[in-house]
């Protein structure tokens, strides 16, 4: 593979566009992926496909990224499934907001134990591998999910304790499977392929918490983590197939988390453009993400649906996601990072405050639609900051405290914002959460820190190990009649005796 010519330094500049160039359009892979030394990157080495695709779906020509986002687009499906149930089966065992965030909390938090150990391995290790065994440890945890429902297990804290092993998987995945993504497409494509990854989760937002919702309904808990365990077998066939080489910055040293860890974060104090899109992200952690998540309550509460109109909200938001995606991809290079950043974080407060003060549950809808446009835009920019600026033999540590700011602050968000609802109401509580980000943005563009983002270096060169076969994979809750009195809490719906699994597995 050919190797581009490394920046010279991380360069400052004020119309630096979304784009990794100055010229202020995104870069595309023409000819079957250019490289930056302008040697083309064949079917061996990338996987480009002679046909030519919109400027939206660039990174798709590539084999390799295309198997890999088919994959995880039905895997994400399955997993909306396990999203919607655990806080609905612990809403309806408790009927306490407190516990669904008590929940989420402990899940997230136990993603963000794991970064530390999880960005230095999948920067010693083939990625590839590591996602193998990630994605079929997390199969495995949503089918202890769907047995421990049938056999009759009723205790929300045996969910919570469950949810737990989930985010420690879930964890150890994050970091490779974000950097996987710079492995599958030349440098050209990086903010197409970012983009297109992040569209991925929310197209599976789509349908995912939709059919969730109605299965909850029709089969009960245990069906819906069935579903997920088996969604698991298509990212698995994926990576199995995938044909690129392991990209390892380091497959000598030892890992050493501790010092390593604490070395990635001096790095990134010294890189301020990294440093503010990890800020940022914690801002939509705790304020944005968090909401997802405890929507449920509103769902209940407010309007007075049950889990179909909670995964229809859902839903909702990966509307907005996917109906914003082809404007980040082929209009986000004309504009700067800090300038499109800043308008989806303001974008991201106001929808919250809007869903907050809905009158009725259409306007909840469109709210939330508002939302996961921001959500998706916010996180192409900062991600692609982080994949442009971050030196190669770093970007998987980079990536892992990147995550664990967002995995930190959304369980403390959910905590947070769950304890607030249960003192004041669940509208003053998510109205203070958006007019808190609002007011985060502004401050980050008046200091000048949303500008860092516009900065340009970084390495991009992944080693390839000659001992890699490039075939065999390598290790890694009204509508318009909302004024009517609310319909009874389904708090205690689940106690009854679940069906058999023959029973329950009708879909």
Known sequence: M??????????????????EDGSGEAPSAEGGGEGEDGEGEGEGETGAAPSRLPAALEALRYRDFRLFWIGGFVSGVGRFFQFVAIPAVIWNLTGSPGWVGFGGFAQFISMAIVAPVAGPLADHHSRRRMLLVTQSGQALMALGLAVAWWAGVREPLAYVGLSILVGLAAGLNLPAWQAFVSELVPRSVLLNAVTLNSTQFNASRLIGPMLAGATLVAAGPGTAFLINAVSFLAVI?????????????????RIHPGRDFAATLGYIRGQSGIATAVGAVALIGMFGLSIQVLVIVFAEDVFGRDESGYGLMLTMVGVGAVAAAPFVTTLGGRFRRSRVQGFALLAYGLGIMALAAAPVFWMALVALAVMGASHLTSAAVLNTTIQ???????RAQVIAVYMMALLLANPVGQLVLSQLIERIGPRPTFGIAGATLVAATLVLRASGRLSRLDLEGGRYEPRVLAEFHPTTPTAPGKSSASSAPAAPSTAGRYHSSPSPPEASSSR
């Open 2 to 19: 050919s190797t581009p010519e490394p920046p010279t330094a991380e360069v400052a500049s004020a119309e630096a566009p979304f784009g």
């Open 237 to 253: 066939v994926a990576l199995v197939m995938i044909n690129t080489p392991g990209a390892i910055a380091d497959d000598t040293d």
């Open 388 to 394: 442009l600026q971050v030196e190669e033999h770093r």
